[in-house]
T-cell receptor, first 110, second 117 residues
């Protein structure tokens, strides 16, 4: 079993839809959770980060962490074609090295 | 503020050739790392460094060498290129220590796309 699992997609949604992206993990020591967005042929860029369980909102994006279920989610409201990208979850136990999920490819159709 | 700069962006090698991928950051980050990204595999850590003069192996270090002589630079050397090293390589850096904040998350370069024939 991989340390971090993520549905690779691809996921296609119409513009304006609510998107839910998810990751599960096996290491209960993870405390810090990140979402990165990666456009085609670009490097990953940080979208959101959060610590421990709960929700964090930033504009149209909401990150949710449920440590008891070892499950994290990223919600995108009012999705736009510019949101079309690969979304990578990452987690860390505040050691030195992040562990990444394989990424979910999202297409938002106009 | 350039962030993390990687060169070259593209490279084609023949099996057995050696080369160096360059990475430089201007954020005074202590931690620097190299990842490779392959379809379906996600980002896998090759080598990392927590400061000048200190390096360590990640998940997939075989066939790669690194050194860290300055805070700013962290080159990745392919000793004898193999087709299995065809991949996209990303350098990333972050600040270490202190309370967790946006400074403690990885900042990535734009990537170096390597093909080994």
């Amino acid at each position: 079993q991989k340390e971090v699992e993520q549905d690779p997609g691809p996921l296609s949604v119409p513009e304006g839809a609510i998107v839910s992206l998810n990751c599960t993990y096996s290491n209960s020591a993870f405390q810090y959770f990140m979402w990165y967005r990666q456009y085609s042929r670009k490097g990953p860029e940080l979208l959101m980060y959060t610590y421990s369980s709960g929700n964090k909102e930033d504009g149209r994006f909401t990150a949710q962490v449920d440590k008891s279920s070892k499950y994290i989610s990223l919600f995108i409201r009012d999705s736009q074609p510019s949101d079309s990208a690969t979304y990578l979850c990452a987690m860390d136990n505040y050691g030195q090295n992040f562990v990444f999920g394989p990424g979910t490819r999202l297409s938002v159709l106009p | 503020n350039a962030g993390v700069t990687q060169t070259p962006k593209f490279q084609v090698l023949k099996t057995g050739q050696s080369m160096t991928l360059q990475c430089a950051q201007d954020m005074n980050h202590e931690y620097m790392s190299w990842y490779r990204q392959d379809p379906g595999m996600g980002l896998r850590l090759i080598h990392y460094s927590v400061g000048a003069g200190i390096t360590d192996q990640g998940e997939v270090p075989n066939g790669y060498n690194v050194s860290r002589s300055t805070t700013e630079d962290f080159p990745l050397r392919l000793l004898s290129a193999a087709p299995s090293q065809t991949s996209v390589y990303f350098c990333a850096s972050k600040s270490s220590g202190g309370s967790f904040s946006g400074a403690n998350v990885l900042t990535f370069g734009a990537g170096s796309r390597l093909t080994v024939l």
